[in-house]
């Protein structure tokens, strides 16, 4: 009963709440298509995990498709070329680590910071949406879960050669997460999407992936406040 009052207070047909979700639909469905394309040339990179990772670039693919429909079921047009701008720091970075053959630079920036940003998003998202995105967006989230620990796995298994280029990479990247969920904040809201919830969700998700490739709570503590620092 709880969670039907909590829907009952948005309007998702007003103008308001359209606008915003024109802005965040675009999100999800470029942050989808973003994990394809970097899975797909990840697949490249590792040949020995090429099956792996097409699969899951493929399975990227469909929660596009899911949440396009979502857009679809409340006549909004997503803005991507706004969506397309959001990610392009990550997008550059990704592209530069790539070109440079820092595997362990392109696991972070994909398989957990965008993957946690999106759990994070996702969970929060939930108790909110409507019926229709409710239900998609239950079923992209359990696929994540899969999606963060095969970067976890390979990060883990390469942990004492990979840590510093790790610890580089998040200094360079976790600083982008803040300036996104900054630059989302009021559109958020109208959503009903907590801007402090989203930093709390996604800072465990990230955390607890850090502490699994095995990093210690001091260094995870330190790695942290570079997002805080942003």
Request: some cysteine; aromatic content about 10%; overall charge negative.
């Given at each position: ?11 998702y047909?007003s103008e308001?709440y ?7 639909n ?11 394309e970097n899975y797909?040339v990840?697949g490249?990179m ?31 047009t997503p803005?991507m ?8 720091q990550?997008h550059?970075?990704?592209q530069k680590?790539k070109a ?14 965008i993957?946690a ?16 995105a ?20 390979w ?7 990979v840590?510093?280029?790790?610890e580089?990479?998040n ?6 997460v803040?300036?996104?969920?900054n630059?989302?904040e009021?559109d ?5 999407m ?16 850090l ?6 709570t ?9 997002g805080l620092?942003?």
């Amino acid at each position: 009963m709880q969670e039907l009052a909590v829907r009952s207070e948005f309007d998702y047909t007003s103008e308001t709440y359209k606008d915003a979700y024109s802005r965040i639909n675009a999100i999800v469905i470029e942050g989808e298509q973003e994990a394809h394309e970097n899975y797909t040339v990840m697949g490249e990179m590792l040949p020995e995990h090429q099956e792996q990772l097409a699969r899951l670039a493929k399975m990227e693919s469909r929660h596009k498709k899911g949440f396009q429909a979502c857009g679809r079921n409340l006549s909004v047009t997503p803005d991507m070329e706004f969506a397309r701008e959001y990610f392009s720091q990550l997008h550059g970075n990704f592209q530069k680590a790539k070109a440079e053959g820092k595997i362990p630079t392109c696991f972070l920036i994909q398989s957990l910071i965008i993957e946690a940003f999106a759990i994070a998003a996702y969970n929060i998202y939930i108790p909110v949406a409507d019926p229709f995105a409710r239900k998609i967006t239950e079923g992209v989230v359990k696929d994540e879960y899969t999606h963060l620990n095969f970067g976890e796995v390979w990060l883990k298994e390469h942990f004492g050669e990979v840590k510093a280029e790790l610890e580089e990479a998040n200094q360079e990247n976790l600083p982008i997460v803040w300036q996104m969920l900054n630059q989302v904040e009021a559109d958020a809201d109208v959503l009903g999407m907590e801007k402090a919830a989203l930093v709390e969700d996604f800072m465990i998700s990230y955390g607890e992936a850090l502490a699994n490739i095995g990093f210690t709570t001091g260094e995870l503590m330190r790695m942290s406040a570079y997002g805080l620092a942003a």
